[in-house]
């Protein structure tokens, strides 16, 4: 259980145009959904969270108008990447928090990763 | 501010040898620790998490950590690496709203 896609793994875009990455939770609801960025070599950076039926939440230098998040049900976020140039080049990657059996505690499961090359 | 720091950018150690991974963090409440590891052009794993109770937790493929709350430190540790322990480990930092915080990473290497 507690499995998380994500679609496409690969993209390769002109820059100029936009890119939507999916992120789903293939056999749970998750109500929160949070978006990474990671450059090679280098560690996770959290871009935003995503909840249902609301805004998402950016971190501080993420700008919202070019990174659109929707979080339209409990099972899907989209990123979509407007107007893309080759520094948005990036591995991205989604994750969804589920609650621990105890029912107080969190934690995340992460998908597998899509890699953006914006030429 | 939470925050996660692993002194080790890169190690590498012999198949068969043990393996310790630092991990050190910042967080001003109890926290939920957790260690991941990712091949190249993957996703995360979870190898093993902490959320209280016994400091000495089992994780998948022979991994265990050790949470010290003195020193402020979540070390991974595996008595004998294989080849296919080969990744990059990162060690994070969460509360209850799962606001997760990642460190820089190890790069681990296995010599044959």
């Known amino acids: 259980g507690a499995v998380v896609s994500q679609h496409p793994s690969w993209v390769i875009c002109k820059s100029g145009t936009s890119v939507k990455i999916e992120c789903r939770s293939l056999?749970?609801?998750?109500?929160?959904m949070f978006w990474y960025r990671q450059f090679p070599k280098q560690s996770l950076m959290l871009m935003a969270t995503?909840?249902?039926?609301?805004?998402?939440?950016?971190e501080q230098g993420v700008e919202k108008d070019k990174f659109l998040i929707n979080h339209a049900s409990l099972t899907l976020s989209t990123l979509t990447v407007t107007s893309a140039h080759p520094e948005d080049s990036s591995f991205y990657i989604c994750?969804?928090?589920?609650?621990?059996?105890?029912?107080?505690?969190?934690?995340?499961?992460f998908g597998p990763g899509t890699r953006l090359t914006v030429t | 501010a939470q925050s996660v720091t692993q002194p080790d950018i890169h190690i590498t150690v012999s198949e068969g040898a043990s393996l310790e991974l630092r991990c050190n963090y910042s967080y001003g409440a109890t926290p939920y620790l957790f260690w991941y590891v990712q091949s190249p052009g993957q996703g995360l794993q979870l190898l093993l998490k902490y959320f209280s109770g016994d400091t000495l937790v089992q994780g998948i493929k022979g991994f265990e950590a050790e949470f010290k709350r003195s020193q402020s430190s979540f070390n991974l540790c595996k008595p004998s690496v294989h080849w296919s322990d080969a990744a990059e480990y990162f060690c994070?930092?969460?509360?209850?709203?799962?606001?997760?915080?990642f460190g820089a990473g190890t790069r681990l290497t296995v010599k044959p």
């Open positions: 994070a930092v969460g509360g209850n709203n799962n606001d997760m915080r």
């Open positions: 995503s909840n249902e039926g609301s805004k998402a939440t950016y």
């Open positions: 994750s969804a928090r589920v609650r621990t059996a105890s029912g107080v505690t969190y934690e995340q499961y």
């Open positions: 056999d749970f609801q998750a109500t929160t």
